[in-house]
């Protein structure tokens, strides 16, 4: 035997190649799966032009053995095998792919691709073994040849005994260091779940001996443990399955077994995309909200298949934020991967994939919204702040995929609307879709901002969660009708009894002498143009509403406190306002203390805080004496 040196910069670009390029060394049992399956497809594509060869898929299979005493991992496969010119051509020099010269050479399309096209992942099995073998034998010949390396320092190549076409890898797995584990892949528990996790739909038969516990023989309670031989890997995905073939029950239990969601999915999206970019999907709309989905823990993305080879348990790129709710995988064979196959190359073809599944998930949110509309209020309820922070988080970017998914509860229907359902009602002299904030619905019924706007028989939608008007913002529009909040300075509306600026001005001296004493409290005191029954009620100018103002100040991270610019607003017909000109006549002290009082009430409707609560209490006792 001859000590040959590996071609290339070899045993710096080998020690680049076990040190640096996989993030888990589980992943080596992947790529010897993987180059076990392009050596069975050799066979097929051979059996295409070759009639000698007769191809049977049944004959052909990979199978793993452990031996845990001697450390030792095998991987076996039935395919193509190597020449003593191929092992060193192929094995001899990293980074040349073997499989992807194949390929080029026999360009056969038929729903079979080659999987191993960089040449590396052959070396990750130095990541957890001081010794690789490797021993096959070529179809069509007589020898088999044993390749042998412990790493960088070289090979040797020398013949062996092999009875039948095909090759074994065999690994001599490193012993335990204070920092790694080496045993966890002697474990028979161990690998057989990292064959299902990244294996699992290659299309050949991935065997392995089993412990299996049976009822001993003639005895009633007493058990004995064997090896049984057994197929780990599923082999046919789901996805590639006809959808007519396929029930809902099968897709509840590809859900469940993927570990996607305790619940049942509430709509699945099967797709088999053809054109620019092809790609097989499952997606999954869960029924119920992910326990830790607003928490940093928390991933989105798909499950990402290269040929049925899993490549990325998360791949965040094929889903928008604001669909981060969407479980499922996503299967091509025309991706651009990385030389260690973990990591995507941003690309085309993941773009492309990308829009398709945005909208693929847009129309199947509008086919429940449409056909199932009590479903898909119960998945707004769950959702629906995500879809609305998608609006807000791209600055309007997403509207014409959102907009139409977004819903709001309606003072006139008293339940849920969409936006085009509640301009399709519009009547003509109304130029604005109004829009209440609060707490809760039943805060907002009894907002004095509301009471012109109802009595013009306008729908109201009423915004509970903290993100709706900052989202409605970024909209800024729907269908050529801005938005405009009922606490708005200019509402768009005449009232019929018309308190103008003339009115304000009769009343100058005292609305002044209200927002001197109230500082800078408030932007203005003014007559009111909106309020009906209610004496008193605060508005807003400007871009930044009293809503937006308690959201932002209730941020813990937000150390300087937001203000609106608040106007006060007296109603003019309310008896109050008779006393408030009284005292302004009679009695400036209680004129300040019935402006303090106002001023707090409104606070309080808006379901501001007060600012000294203490005081408050003090001046309604004054009152009462």
Known sequence: MELKQF?????????????????????????????ASDAIDKIYYRALTDDSIKFDKNNYYIKVTVDREKRILKV???????????????????????????????EIKDGYDIIGQFGVGFYSAFMVADVVTVISKALGSAEAYKWESQGAEGYTIEKAERDTVGTDVILKIKKNTED?????????????????????????????????????EGSKGEFEEHKEEQVINSMVPIWRRNKNELTKE?????????????DKPLRYIHINAEGA??????????????????????EKGLELYSNGVLIMKKCPDLLPDYFSFVKGMVDSDDLSLNISREMLQHDRQLKLMAKNIKTKIKNELLDLLKNEREKYEEFFKIFGRQLKY????????????????????SSKEKKMVTLDEYVSRMPEDQKYIYYASGDSIERIEKLPQTELVADKGYEILYFTDDVDEFAIRMLMSYKDKEFKSVSADDLGIEP?????????SEHKELFEYMKNHLGDKVKAVKASKRLKNHPVCLSSEGELTIEMEKVLNAMPYNQQKIKADKILEINVNHDVFKALKDAYEKDKDKLKLYTDLLYNQALLIEGLPIDDPVEFTNNICKMMV
């Open 7 to 35: 071609q290339a910069e070899s045993k710096r670009l080998l020690d680049l190649m076990i040190n640096s390029i996989y993030t888990h060394k589980e992943i080596f049992l992947r790529e010897l799966i993987s180059n």
């Open 76 to 106: 076996s496969d039935t395919g193509i095998g190597m020449t003593k010119e191929e092992l060193e051509n192929n094995l001899g020099v990293i980074a040349q792919s073997g499989s992807l010269a194949f390929k080029k050479e026999n």
């Open 180 to 216: 790694e584990d080496y045993d966890q892949f002697l474990d028979e528990y161990r690998i057989r779940s990292i064959i299902r996790k990244y294996s699992d739909f290659i299309r050949y038969p991935i065997k392995m001996d089993v412990t299996v516990r049976k009822l001993k």
């Open 250 to 262: 099968d897709y509840e239990k590809f859900y469940s077994e993927k570990h996607y969601g305790f």
């Open 277 to 298: 970019v092809n790609y097989r999907a499952i997606l999954f709309i869960p029924e119920k909200m992910p326990f830790d989905f607003y928490t940093k823990e928390y």
């Open 390 to 409: 998608g609006l807000y988080s791209e600055f309007g970017s997403n509207k014409d995929v959102l907009q139409d998914l977004i819903i709001f509860y």
């Open 496 to 504: 019929e009894e018309k308190t103008d600026s003339a009115e304000n």
